[in-house]
């Protein structure tokens, strides 16, 4: 059974770079037809997609966020990363890391990790 789990600091300052790790188990980072993705809910509103790494590496951004968001992998780790520079506080959200099956099937998703920007 895949499980996902984000892992990061809590509370970044204003201006500095937010770096979350989603870890996965229970199945490989690599393997065909996944994409795995970052979205982000902040308080009172809506999810909100951030982009995503594929299984053959190609990545794909929220092109409102594109200036500001990279996403890689660890495949030795079995691990993708998020991380989002310029931090503001509306940059405050619950984050989450996700998997999806390509053509749309959602397979699981990590518990979500809130991050606070403030000084």
């Known amino acids: 059974q895949m499980q996902l789990q984000e892992s990061g600091p809590g509370l970044v300052k204003p201006s500095q770079t937010l770096s979350l790790t989603c870890t996965v188990s229970g199945d490989s980072i690599t393997a065909n037809s996944y994409c795995w993705h970052w979205i982000r809910q902040p308080p009172g509103k809506g999810l909100e997609w951030m982009g995503l790494?594929?299984?053959?590496?190609?990545?794909y951004y929220n092109p409102s966020l594109k200036s500001r968001t990279s996403i890689s992998r660890d495949a030795s780790k079995n691990q993708f990363m998020l991380q989002l520079i310029s931090v503001t506080p509306e940059d405050t959200a619950v984050y989450y890391c996700?998997?999806?099956?390509?053509?749309?099937?959602?397979?699981?998703w990590g518990q979500g990790t809130l991050v606070t920007v403030s000084s």
């Open positions: 790494i594929r299984y053959d590496d190609a990545l």
């Open positions: 996700a998997n999806e099956v390509s053509g749309g099937t959602w397979r699981s």
